[in-house]
């Protein structure tokens, strides 16, 4: 079956770095846009990053754009995404999200991440 299994998240201080992995399973990835999304506590899911298929082009939310480097390796079957500068409004649950037009859309079950003193 489809599986998307994200890991990574913590505990980190105010401008700390995480970095974050998708394992994917089960469809072809590499044929897949990827993106990540997160949701703080009552707010509503927010974009925060994407990925083409072959890794060529990436895009950012401007909440985390210069902060956070999202990357994929197609031989491994998995996301990643890099935090560095780290602020209290990046916490979040962060999910993966693979996506092929009239294909796929699949979701992990997401990873906490705590940005805290």
């Known amino acids: 079956e489809v599986q998307l299994v994200e890991s990574g998240g913590g505990l980190v201080q105010p401008g700390g770095s995480l970095r974050l992995s998708c394992v994917a399973s089960?469809?072809?990835?590499?044929?897949?846009?990827m993106l990540w999304i997160r949701q703080a506590p009552g707010k509503p899911l927010e974009w925060v990053s994407g990925?083409?298929?072959?890794?060529?082009?990436?895009t950012y939310a401007d909440s985390v754009k210069g902060r956070f480097t999202i990357s994929r390796d197609n031989g491994k079957s998995t996301l990643y995404l890099q935090l560095n500068s780290l602020k209290p409004e990046d916490t979040a649950v962060y999910y993966c999200?693979?996506?092929?037009?009239?294909?796929?859309?699949?979701w992990g079950q997401g990873t906490q991440v705590t940005v805290s003193s």
């Open positions: 990925v083409s298929s072959r890794g060529g082009t990436t």
């Open positions: 999200n693979a996506v092929r037009w009239l294909r796929g859309n699949f």
């Open positions: 089960g469809f072809d990835f590499s044929d897949y846009k």
